[in-house]
């Protein structure tokens, strides 16, 4: 069975530009969660989705958005991209997402660097 | 879990000995407990799980320990290996699929 997968790998973007970045979760997969990870702030929970629709949300800006497609498929986007934005974006995902002990798989992130 | 900032917090043993690596979380009320290992250029990884009403569990190579009186984890890797240098983080599920991590620990094994 094939992993977490996300795309692109690496991303070059200039300050106020806006980017979307994509995952698609293992196939039997329902539930996408997305974490930002930085050195100063570490892995921070940024949203999850189940059924096309954001379940949880993490303490962002507005300017971080997702959405999820009937195929569990999920994009997130970041827009008028500042300098602070320059991280590892990991997507996660699971089979529900309601019970607490089921494994959340992570894919290899996208790295996005903001100049 | 806090974050411990820019300075990961490292942990250096020699192959064959036994690692230990700590973590305190924040959360008295978490129910469930996760150590992730993360190598370089990946995502992180399972590793093992730990449920609130548990102290111990074991995995192969791996034994997490729990004491909620001080809110401390502790992941303990058996006969350490090269290829189990990697930052470890803990995370804890309180809701769903939203992870609080900790802030990591890098663990360097020396051949």
């Known amino acids: 069975k094939a992993g977490v997968t996300q795309t692109p790998r690496y991303l070059i973007k200039t300050r106020g530009q806006q980017v979307t970045l994509s995952c698609s979760p293992i196939?039997?997969?329902?539930?996408v969660s997305w974490y930002q990870q930085t050195p100063g702030q570490g892995l921070q929970f940024l949203f999850e989705?189940?059924?096309?629709?954001?379940?949880n949300k993490g303490n962002f800006p507005g300017r971080f958005s997702g959405r999820q497609f009937s195929n569990s498929r999920s994009e997130m986007n970041v827009s008028t991209l500042e300098l602070g934005d320059s991280a590892l974006y990991l997507c996660?995902?699971?089979?529900?997402?309601?019970?607490?002990?089921?494994?959340?798989?992570f894919g290899p992130g996208t790295r996005l660097l903001v100049l | 879990g806090e974050s411990v900032g820019l300075h990961l917090p490292t942990l250096s043993v020699q192959e064959g000995d036994n690692s230990i690596i700590n973590c305190a979380y924040s959360n008295s009320a978490s129910d469930y407990f996760i150590w992730y290992k993360q190598e370089s250029g990946k995502g992180p990884q399972f590793i093992i799980d730990?449920?609130?009403?548990?102290d111990k569990r074991q995995g192969q190579r791996v034994t997490v320990l729990l004491n909620k009186t001080v809110k401390h984890l502790s992941l303990q890797i058996a006969a350490t290996q090269p290829g189990d240098s990697a930052v470890y983080f803990c995370a804890e599920n309180n809701a769903g699929n939203m992870l609080t991590f900790g802030g990591g620990t890098r663990l360097m094994v020396k051949p």
């Open positions: 989705y189940f059924s096309e629709t954001q379940r």
């Open positions: 730990i449920r609130s009403n548990m």
């Open positions: 196939s039997g997969h329902r539930s």
């Open positions: 996660a995902s699971s089979f529900t997402g309601t019970r607490l002990d089921e494994t959340q798989y």
